[in-house]
């Protein structure tokens, strides 16, 4: 595989990717000085692809880009897309975990099902008409209160209840095996290398 452009500045998502994607030299678009593409998307999928599209039409590489989120159902699906986001732009990861805290305060433990999502997105270039596009998802439920060291984002509230913790208490190789991310760059792996093949 040739060099492959990573749309991401979150250092968290990238070390994430980089330990996966073991034996591929992958490079963060931010080695390039290129800006993050704008997430106008109303879906994790439109938001891959403009990052994707971002990164190779700047780098002039293929580019591998995700867009994830938490999904709570207590919440109608919120954060969603704007997971990043959900306490307004620049918002740090203690304020989104604060907000998500809040608006589930009083909400039983039985009702805070959630899941994260990760779709992937390959583009060979910039105007590839047929993205490689991969999911993965990750059940859980989230806690009343942050805990572990671990991770980024929404881990230190996100329960998995197959290793009875949080996952920002798992080693970084146990989450990649189990994450929602892990699960759509194995995935996604598969298919650039089958689309390659042909």
């Known amino acids: 595989m040739h060099d492959i452009v990573l749309a991401s500045s979150n250092p968290g998502k990238i070390r994430e990717i980089q330990a996966i994607l073991t034996g591929h030299p992958i490079i963060p678009q931010s080695a ?16 891959a692809i403009l990052k994707a599209r971002n990164a190779a039409l700047h780098c002039k590489l293929p580019a591998i880009a995700d867009d994830s989120g938490l999904v709570v159902d207590a919440l109608n699906g919120a954060p969603g897309v704007i997971s990043a986001r959900y306490a307004g732009i620049g918002a740090s990861d203690r304020d989104n975990l604060d907000k998500l805290l809040q608006a589930l305060e009083g909400v039983p433990d039985e009702l805070r099902s959630a899941r994260f999502i990760c779709v992937m997105v390959f583009m060979e270039h910039a105007n590839d008409p047929c993205p490689v596009i991969a999911q993965g998802v990750w059940e859980g439920r989230i806690l009343t209160h942050a805990v572990g060291e671990n991770g980024f984002g929404y881990d230190p509230v996100f329960w998995v209840p197959e290793q009875g913790c949080a996952s920002a208490e798992l080693p970084a190789e146990v989450k990649n095996s189990l994450s929602h991310r892990g699960k759509a760059l194995k ?12």
């Open 32 to 47: 390039f000085n290129v800006v993050d593409a704008e997430e106008s998307g109303a879906t994790f999928v439109e938001n």
């Open 187 to 198: 995935s996604l792996t598969a298919l650039i290398n089958a689309k390659q093949s042909r």
